[in-house]
């Protein structure tokens, strides 16, 4: 089965004229995880906010799970993002004034089916707030008052709870320390592969790359020559 599928994708910033993105194909299978790597302002970030339902492309298709979301509207984009895909964004997105551990529960408070596949949803933010290194003293502080790499973890957790069946993370390792990082990507990979969820893991590290079954370069699978604004 495919989790993700590109057919002839073009898409270009409003105001602009030459397209920043032109994929003529690209696939990931359940389950597979993949590095995805590229220099700032290549399309990385724009990439993913058309494969989170954020954007609609020019033209073309994007199949996740195998339904094409281009030919959803705005609030059915928002539905499936909310059920199925755990989403790592580089700026996190905590609400500030929201606890740790209340950041982490969100997903299972917009999504039925996520709450459902956490099971206990309590347990299962504390289990991975526990494996993500943040000390119990923290989960119940407003992430307006966590250091950065604290929050980033946070972000992670939120994106892993309820086992969605693609996960896909923008530079989640940019805020953490080398032993830090080690932990964030085994504990990624372990979770992902327990929930047969496909993982695309994009960061400019190539280092990080030697963990992941399969690395790509965004200039290898995109055609286009402008960059993001």
């Known amino acids: 089965m495919t989790a993700l599928s590109i057919v002839d994708l073009v898409y270009r910033w409003p105001r ?31 990439l993913l906010g058309l494969l ?45 004034w929201l606890s740790a551990l209340d950041n982490v529960l969100l997903p299972c408070t917009f999504s039925t089916r996520r709450r459902q596949r956490a099971g206990d949803a309590h347990a299962a933010a504390t289990r991975l707030l526990t494996h993500l290194d943040l000390a119990p003293a923290s989960w119940h502080k407003p992430a307006a008052e966590l250091s950065v790499g604290q ?44 929930a047969g969820a496909a993982l695309l893991f994009v960061s400019h590290d190539e280092r990080l790359a030697a963990h992941f079954s399969r690395k790509i370069a965004l200039a290898d699978i995109n055609r286009a020559a402008a960059v993001e604004p």
């Open 16 to 46: 602009q004229q030459a397209a920043c993105l032109d994929i003529p194909r690209f696939e990931i299978a359940a389950g597979e995880h993949v590095f995805l790597h590229g220099p700032s302002g290549g399309g990385k970030s724009t």
């Open 52 to 96: 989170g339902g954020v954007a609609v492309p020019e033209r073309g298709s994007i199949a996740l799970l195998g339904g094409d979301i281009t030919r959803l509207a705005g609030h059915a984009r928002d539905r499936f993002r909310a059920d199925h895909i755990g989403f790592i964004f580089q700026q996190f997105n905590l609400l500030p």
């Open 151 to 194: 929050q980033q973890r946070v972000a992670a957790a939120r994106a892993l709870i309820g086992r969605p069946e693609i996960l896909i993370a923008d530079e989640p390792t940019s805020a953490l320390d080398a032993p830090r990082q080690q932990i964030f990507i085994d504990l990624l990979l372990a979770e992902a592969t327990a």
